[in-house]
């Protein structure tokens, strides 16, 4: 199943120009699957197991396995970043709530009700047209439901899907967002974001938001799936990445690359955990710039689907 990939351009809304990096089956997939939204042929109960197949197939794959115990351990290193960051600044208020608790009779006041996880995704593409992207979605399901009793939800957005995608996610009890925020989400609360072979700048968008939140504390509360910042390093110029990716170049992110061992390897490949260790705070604040400024790329360069 691997596959050369290239650069496509498309046009957006109001004739806008974006580009989007997939491959090119995503790509042929893509431009097919423009007109399914009016396919009357399209059936939900067979597409879901279709996906439930797959899901199951990712599921019982040894790489699922090593892969959500990797997880497992960055989210134990985020909560506890997230509780030591929170601890500080709610004792005065969970102190009085305890109180106004107790006077009431209700000690059951549970410290795991304060940190849900919540599961973010952009960038997996149309899943009823392109078996890739199908699998990603598949993983994403598969992860959900063993983090069932932590994940308070999980939202997807790509500007491609059709409308029979948008029902299959609803289905899945999965929520879409609104809006195209090309990756510029705040991850208040603790957050898996998967980003499975996104752009550039999507990417760059995504920390740029987390980075400008005051002392930067938000960096710490996510753990972010997608392509493997050391290769992105390695093999683009440095004269690009100040263009499309300045905040992945500062070279602040702890990453673990997953071993692609799954049955097919282009699924999940080229692909790792990233997140911010608490232990290098103060050095991940002097490699940022004092202000954070909102990036701002050329169109010519950007990889994203514009609103």
Known sequence: MAESEEFIVVR????????????????????????????VN???DSFTKRLDSCKQEIFMSDFFSRTYEQI????????????KHSTSEKDDSASAHRNNNRSQGNTCVKAEDERKLHILSYGIGNFTSCLIARYQLAFLLALRDKLESQCSACELFDPVFTIHERDVLAAYKCEVSPRNEEGKRSCHVPT?????????????????????????????????????????LQRTPTRQLEKTAN????????????DNSFTHKDIFNDLALHWFPLSQHSSILSKLD????????????????RS
């Open 12 to 39: 957006g809304r109001r004739g806008k120009k974006g580009i989007k990096f997939r491959s090119k089956s995503k790509v042929a997939h893509a431009q097919e699957s423009i007109g399914e939204e009016s396919d």
């Open 42 to 44: 399209f059936n939900l």
């Open 72 to 83: 497992l351990s960055c989210l134990n290193e985020m909560y506890d970043r997230f509780d």
């Open 192 to 232: 898996i974001a998967f980003m499975p072979h996104c752009g550039k700048a999507l990417y760059n968008n995504f920390l740029w938001k987390n980075a400008a939140s005051p002392g930067s504390a938000l960096l710490f509360n996510f753990l972010l799936i997608g392509n493997s910042f050391d290769n992105m």
């Open 247 to 258: 905040y992945v170049l500062k070279q602040y992110i702890r990453e673990i690359q997953l």
């Open 290 to 305: 004092q202000d954070c400024e909102e990036p701002v790329y050329e169109e010519s360069e950007v990889e994203l689907i």
